[in-house]
C-alpha cells in the first residue's frame, strides 16, 4: 500500500477512536450502552477460562447481580465477582474481589475492585466458576 494509503488508513482509525468520551465507552457508536446483560454468569465464566492462568480450583467463588452503578461518571451495569484463583505458581492467591462492566449487554472488561466498587453486593454461591478446568 502506498505511503499516503497507510496515512489515511491510519488518520481514519484516530479519527473512529477518538469520538469515545471514556474507556467503558468503546465500541458503542448507536443504540443503548446500558442494556442490562442476559447472559452474565456463562460470559462471565467463558471469560475467566480464558484471563486465569489456571482456571482449574477455583474456590469460594461467589457472584452478585447486575447493578446499574456509576463508574467514573459513568452509568454502566456491573457485576461484582469474588472468588479465590491458583496463582501460575500453583499456590492460591487469596479471595479477591472483581468488577465486570457490561457494555450494550456485553462483557466489556473486569477490573480488581475498588474498596467501594462492590459495596454492598449481595453475593450468592458461583459453582459454574469452581467447576472450570484447563
Known sequence: MPAAGLALVGAAMLS?????????????EKGEPNLAPQNYRP???AYLRAYLNDPSGV????????????IRGT???IVC???NA????????????RMVVFLAGRLDT????????????????FPELEKLSR
Open 43 to 45: 460470559d462471565i465464566v
Open 110 to 125: 473486569m477490573v480488581e475492585a475498588r474498596k467501594d466498587d462492590c459495596a454492598g453486593a449481595k453475593y450468592e454461591p
Open 59 to 70: 474456590r469460594e467463588a461467589m457472584i452478585a447481580s447486575p447493578e446499574l452503578k456509576s
Open 86 to 97: 491458583r496463582k501460575s505458581t500453583g499456590g492460591y492467591e487469596g479471595s479477591k474481589e
Open 16 to 28: 473512529a477512536c477518538s469520538g469515545s468520551d471514556g474507556f467503558y465507552n468503546q465500541g458503542v
Open 81 to 83: 465477582v469474588r472468588f
Open 75 to 77: 452509568q454502566r451495569y
